[in-house]
């Protein structure tokens, strides 16, 4: 009976531990590098959200998709950047996504992005002119560093 007993637990665990493994996956619970190793993403709703760009070139542009899933946000960027271009299938720019990109001096928004969260560019003090197109149509306070007299 005890052997019995120890068997059925054993299954037991064993299928809650797999299942949790397959609901963790599938939920994007913790950020995937993906096969060229130069983003970090999560999975959203509607697609992929880059968390980090870990490549080294300092004039970036991110592709429409990652590992075949589509690019929807940004939440974080390498410091180091000067020049970024987002496709059109990015929609939201999340809070301090570009935190700290001293280096940054030019931003292509594409023409998909509607929200940028607040203080999405804090830190940018390189970044001088932006060019917001049409399809933006919220900024939240403190996206932008404040130009300094």
């Given at each position: 009976?005890?052997?019995?007993l120890?068997?059925?637990?054993?299954?037991?665990?064993?299928?809650?531990?797999?299942?949790?493994?397959?609901?963790?996956?599938?939920?994007?619970?913790?950020?995937?590098?993906?096969?060229?190793?130069?983003?970090?993403?999560?999975a959203?709703?509607?697609?992929?959200e880059?968390?980090?760009?870990?490549?080294?070139?300092?004039?970036?542009?991110v592709?429409?998709?990652?590992?075949?899933?589509?690019v929807?946000s940004?939440?974080?960027?390498?410091?180091?950047?000067k020049?970024?271009?987002?496709?059109?299938?990015?929609?939201?720019?999340?809070?301090?996504?570009?935190?700290?990109?001293?280096?940054?001096?030019?931003?292509?928004?594409?023409?998909?992005?509607?929200?940028?969260?607040?203080?999405?560019?804090?830190?940018?003090?390189?970044?001088?002119?932006?060019?917001?197109p049409?399809?933006?149509?919220?900024?939240?306070a403190?996206?932008?560093?404040?130009?300094?007299?």
């Open positions: 009976m005890k052997k019995l120890s068997i059925f637990l054993s299954l037991a665990m064993l299928l809650t531990v797999t299942a949790g493994s397959v609901l963790s996956a599938y939920a994007g619970d913790g950020a995937i590098t993906d096969s060229t190793g130069n983003w970090e993403y999560t959203v709703s509607g697609g992929v880059i968390t980090q760009y870990k490549g080294t070139s300092t004039n970036v542009s592709s429409s998709t990652v590992d075949s899933k589509t929807v940004i939440s974080g960027f390498a410091s180091s950047v020049t970024v271009a987002l496709p059109d299938t990015v929609t939201e720019i999340k809070a301090n996504a570009f935190y700290g990109c001293v280096n940054l001096t030019s931003v292509d928004f594409g023409n998909g992005v509607k929200t940028i969260q607040a203080n999405a560019f804090y830190g940018c003090t390189s970044l001088k002119t932006i060019d917001i049409d399809s933006v149509t919220t900024i939240k403190g996206a932008f560093p404040v130009a300094q007299a």
